[in-house]
């Protein structure tokens, strides 16, 4: 039995769908019961857990082998992990943890959080391998639909520097094949998933141009001037700002985000998606209102 934390979230729901699409024993958690009747996962177990209340927890590693370890990118990623973590410790069954990590390397909070997942996992004596999606272009690219739409415009602060992104199906994929591999070809093993180019912001909007048959430029702002329209228009309280956003941006700028592997490739057998054609794959969702 295979079980996925965070199964309704980005990551969590399209590997807990495909799991239970190729019949693997699959079991899913959120915190609600409603958010896990959404999943179209034919066959998959659905139990409401909440990782912030680690007596909830324990029931779900009942006759379990494998564990997505996933939480949320919050100021609450730390203590979540642990939780879970300490859930398969303490019910015995010795489990594989399959940490989601950040693949890109953060020397800040998040960076902090995730070094303190690794440790605890590397003494938990479970079995264990890392994935590490280096930064998805779902996330870096869905949120400026509007912009584009009204103003033909993405807008960042990271310059001219180059960014390895990876397409979420992608990811999906690379996570599936470690999680329904049966024998221990992946233990001890950490993979960065990365897209087959590291690419600027203007290769982004070169590549938006192109799907969408329409110019889009590339406006790059002073970081914090970026951060302020953030919390203004964006919606981004100054609490999450830093840690949703800006810790991620300042990674990019560093050119920590720049690495290119063959990770996926290697665990899939397939070539990984390029930013141009990600954006001829999503032109309708950036040209429908
Ligand atoms: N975006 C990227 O490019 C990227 C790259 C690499 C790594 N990552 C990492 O990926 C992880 C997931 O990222 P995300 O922000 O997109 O999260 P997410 O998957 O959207 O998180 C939401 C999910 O967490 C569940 N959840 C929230 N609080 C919970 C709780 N207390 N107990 C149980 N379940 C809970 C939610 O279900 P309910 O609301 O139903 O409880 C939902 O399934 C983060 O740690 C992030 O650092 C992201």
Same mark, same amino acid.
């Given at each position: ?75 609450? +990623?730390?203590? /979540? =992990?642990?939780?879970?973590? #300490?859930? %398969?410790?303490? @019910?015995?069954? *010795? !489990?594989?943890? &399959? ?42 690219? +869905?949120?400026? /639909? =509007?912009?584009?739409?009204? #103003?033909? %415009?993405?807008? @960042?602060?990271? *310059? !001219?520097?180059? &960014? ?126």
């Amino acid at each position: 039995m295979i079980l996925v934390m965070a199964s309704t979230g980005m990551f969590g729901r399209p590997v807990v769908e495909g799991l239970a699409k190729r019949g693997l024993p699959v079991r899913a958690t959120g915190r609600s019961e409603k958010g896990l009747a959404t999943l179209d996962a034919p066959g998959a177990e659905l139990i409401p857990a909440d990782m912030d209340d680690p007596s909830s927890l324990l029931k779900l590693m009942n006759g379990v082998d494998k564990v997505l370890v996933n939480a949320p990118m919050d100021d609450q +990623k730390e203590v /979540r =992990e642990k939780n879970v973590i #300490e859930a %398969m410790i303490r @019910s015995g069954n *010795g !489990a594989k943890i &399959v940490l989601l990590t950040g693949g890109v390397l953060h020397d800040d909070a998040l960076g902090a959080a995730g070094l303190a997942t690794e440790k605890l996992m590397r003494s938990s004596g479970l079995p264990w391998t890392v994935v590490g999606p280096q930064t998805v272009m779902e996330t870096n690219f +869905k949120p400026f /639909r =509007e912009l584009i739409q009204s #103003e033909s %415009m993405l807008m @960042s602060c990271v *310059g !001219a520097a180059k &960014v390895g992104f990876v397409a979420l199906d992608n990811v999906t994929d690379a996570f599936i094949a470690v999680l329904e591999s049966n024998n221990d070809a992946h233990v001890g093993c950490e993979y960065v998933i990365t897209g087959p180019e590291a690419v600027t912001f203007d290769d982004v909007a070169t590549a938006a141009t192109e799907a969408l048959d329409r110019r889009i430029i590339y406006q790059d702002m002073p970081r914090d001037e970026f951060r302020k329209l953030m919390v203004t228009e964006a919606g981004f309280s100054e609490s999450d700002v830093d840690i949703e956003v800006m810790c991620h941006l300042d990674a990019f700028r560093a050119g920590k985000a720049a690495r290119t592997t063959d990770d996926f490739t290697r665990l899939t057998g397939k070539k990984s998606k390029s930013v141009r054609e990600w954006w001829i794959d999503n032109a309708n969702y950036f040209l429908s209102t």
